[in-house]
C-alpha cells in the first residue's frame, strides 16, 4: 500500500513539473500562446488605395495548401486575403512600446481637411488617472511619481473650427473621406484580388424575415462595395463610421446592416494585482483573434492608474471607457 502511495506521488509531481515547463514554454515568444506570434501560414500585407493612393489597407494573407485532384493532379490554391484586426501590433516589423503609443494613422487625414484647430486642452485630473495619488504613484512598482502617459507638445487636442468634423457630416455633403475608401477597400476582403462578388461573401439571402423592407430605405449590397456606396449608407443613417479627430491612430471602420459583423471585446483589470503593460496585453490579445472595439467596463480605480491608458495602446480599435455616471464609483 505504502509502495502505491509513493508511486502516485511521484507522478503527481511528474505531472506539475511537465505542467510547469510547458507553461515557461507558452509564456516564450516562439509559442503560438504568445501574444507575438504570428498567426501561422499567414503574413500581413497592404492595399494601397485609388482615390487616396498612400492608403495602406492591412489585410492577412493565409497560404493554402495544395489539393490533390481525384485524378492525382496536384491543384495549387492561391492565398485567401482575410479581414485583419490587430492592427501595427499584427506587423511582425512593428517595434511598439506601450508608453509611446501607436503612429497617428489618420493625422494627415484630418489635418488636410483644413477644418480642425489645436487647442491647449484643460489640465490633467485625478479621475484621469484612476485617482491616483502622489503618494501612490510614487509607490508604484518602485517607480518615481511622474504621469507616465503625458501629451506631448507637438500633439495637441484638436477641435472643429466653424463645422461639424464627422463623417456623417462629410457624407451627407457629398465627400468621400479617405476612411471611406480605407472601409470599402476592407469590407471586400478577397474580392479585391479574386475578382469574387461582394454580394457572395456578403449574402443578405439568410437575413431576419422582418427585417426587409424598412420603409423606402431597402437593403442593397453595393457590387463590389466603393467608397461612393460606404459615403451613401453613412448619409442615409444606415451605418456609422467611428472616428474621433483626437484618436488619429484608430483604423477606420464601419458599422451597419450592409457590411461585416464586428466584434466587441470586454476586457476589466484588477484593483490590485495588474499592470499597464498587462492590460495592453489583453487589448492584443482581443484584436489578435478579431475583436473590433474594445470595452473595460470597471467602475473602481485601479490601482496602476491605467485610466490613462490612450485608445492607441490597444492595437487598433476604439477603446471604450466606463459611463461618466459612474465616476469611477463601485456600483451597489
Known amino acids: 500500500m505504502a509502495f502505491l502511495f509513493l508511486d502516485r506521488i511521484n507522478r503527481m509531481d511528474k505531472m506539475v513539473s511537465e505542467k510547469s515547463k510547458s507553461s515557461a514554454a507558452g509564456n516564450s515568444v516562439d509559442s503560438v500562446h504568445s501574444v507575438e506570434k504570428s498567426l501561422p501560414n499567414s503574413k500581413k500585407i497592404f ?151 461582394s454580394e457572395d461573401r456578403n449574402d443578405l439571402g439568410y437575413r431576419h424575415s422582418g427585417s426587409e423592407p424598412i420603409s423606402n430605405h431597402k437593403s442593397a449590397i453595393s457590387n463590389p462595395i466603393t467608397p461612393e456606396f460606404v459615403r451613401d449608407e453613412v448619409a442615409r443613417g444606415r451605418a456609422i463610421i467611428p472616428a474621433n479627430i483626437n484618436h488619429p491612430e484608430s483604423e477606420p471602420m464601419i458599422i451597419g446592416r450592409n457590411f461585416l459583423v464586428k466584434i466587441n471585446a470586454n476586457i476589466g483589470n484588477s484593483a490590485v494585482a495588474s499592470s499597464i503593460e498587462e492590460e495592453v496585453e489583453k487589448m492584443r490579445w482581443a484584436t489578435k483573434w478579431g475583436a473590433d472595439t474594445v470595452m473595460d467596463k470597471i467602475f473602481t480605480p485601479p490601482a496602476n492608474g491605467s485610466f490613462a491608458i490612450r485608445p492607441c495602446q490597444s492595437a487598433r480599435c476604439r477603446f471604450i471607457r466606463p459611463s461618466k455616471k459612474s465616476a469611477g464609483v463601485p456600483k451597489n
Open 47 to 197: 492595399v494601397a488605395g485609388k482615390l487616396h493612393p498612400d492608403l495602406r489597407v492591412p489585410f492577412r494573407e493565409i497560404t493554402l495548401a495544395p489539393t490533390k485532384t481525384m485524378s492525382g493532379e496536384i491543384e495549387v490554391n492561391e492565398p485567401v486575403r482575410v479581414y485583419d484586426t490587430s492592427g501595427p501590433w499584427g506587423d511582425s516589423e512593428f517595434r511598439g512600446n506601450v508608453e509611446q503609443g501607436l503612429p497617428p494613422l489618420r493625422a494627415k487625414w484630418i489635418r488636410d481637411r483644413g477644418d480642425v484647430e489645436e487647442i491647449q486642452g484643460r489640465a490633467v485630473r485625478p479621475q484621469d488617472n484612476g485617482f491616483l495619488s502622489e503618494k501612490h504613484a510614487a509607490e508604484r512598482n518602485g517607480q518615481k511619481a511622474e504621469v507616465r502617459f503625458q501629451r506631448s507638445a507637438k500633439n495637441k487636442p484638436l477641435r472643429a473650427k466653424s463645422r461639424p468634423v464627422t463623417q456623417l457630416w462629410y457624407a451627407r455633403n457629398g465627400i468621400v473621406s479617405p476612411e471611406m475608401e480605407f472601409i470599402a477597400i476592407r469590407e471586400n476582403c478577397n474580392a479585391e484580388v479574386t475578382g469574387q462578388r
